[in-house]
């Protein structure tokens, strides 16, 4: 933990990001025309200075359970195929996972699968609290700024939040090549999900290998569906786009299928 350097007669204001570090907020495209708008909650995986290591060898750091392997090489490209504007949080969801509603237990994890993060194990509630205004909340402030410029501009958007998912969790291993993620939203789930299937060679999940709840989510339900936006979920299996190639073909693959997409919106009126 650093301060900020103020004199003890100043309010005292600790800060997790100090000057050596990136800010948490990224984004591609922001001038990007599409109706589109994507969001991206485990993009990365750095740690703050002050947390060094989490008390965590590297092999735990750059495995799933740090960030979403291969999702940022496909979102890239996908959100420049198609004209996207891209919003993205660079740090591990080890820090706190930005998807996550800050309340719940999971948001910065002591436990993931079967690895203990012993940074995470004695967390005061300041601690947590400055996890939470340097990192969660600036990434949903913009978020929900662009939603909010994009509804004042009466913009059509339709908010698609991209992960990856391991492709085997807790010894078990998961059939899917790609699953749709939703909750209430009855209008983008059911075109993705029938497009995927026309594919003929993927193993789609429906609501797998997760469903939305409030409870677990925080992207979908706070910007999606309290905001009234046609959203989805997309989880992209990790093997699947784990180097270049893969992710390559999988961001042509979702642009041709997301532009078919948005030309059914467009000529049902929804968009
Ligand atoms: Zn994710």
Request: proline fraction near 7%.
């Amino acid at each position: 933990m650093v301060t900020n350097g103020m004199s003890e007669t100043s309010l005292p204001l600790s800060t997790l990001l100090s000057a050596d570090d990136i800010p948490p907020v990224h984004e591609s495209n922001a001038a990007g025309r599409s109706p589109f708008l994507f969001t991206c909650d485990h993009y990365g995986r750095r740690l703050p200075k002050a947390l060094g290591d989490l008390g965590l060898p590297e092999e735990e750091l750059t495995r799933h359970i740090a960030w979403d392997i291969g999702i940022a090489g496909v979102v890239e490209r996908l959100s420049r195929e198609l004209d996207v504007h891209l919003i993205a949080q660079r740090y591990s969801r080890l820090v706190i996972d930005c998807n996550r509603p800050p309340s719940a237990v999971s948001s910065i994890p002591r436990l993931s699968e079967a690895t203990t993060i012993p940074g995470n194990e004695a967390i005061s509630r300041e601690e947590a609290d400055t996890r939470r205004r340097d990192i969660f909340d600036p990434y949903h402030r913009r978020i929900g700024e662009v939603i909010g410029a994009r509804l004042a501009e009466a913009r059509p958007t339709i908010l698609v939040s991209l992960h990856s998912f391991t492709p085997v969790y807790a010894g078990v291993a998961r059939p899917w090549h790609i699953g749709t993620l939703y909750h209430h939203d009855r209008t983008l789930p059911p075109l993705l999900l029938g497009s995927l299937r026309k594919e003929g060679d993927l193993v789609v999940g429906d609501n797998e290998p997760y469903a939305v709840s409030d409870v677990t989510d925080y992207t979908i339900p706070v910007h999606g569906e309290a905001r009234g936006l046609i959203n989805s979920g997309i989880e992209i299996r990790q093997d699947l786009i784990a180097d270049e190639s893969g992710q390559q073909q999988w961001a042509g693959r979702l642009a041709r299928i997301l532009g078919e997409m948005e030309t059914v919106l467009r000529a049902q009126r929804v968009i």
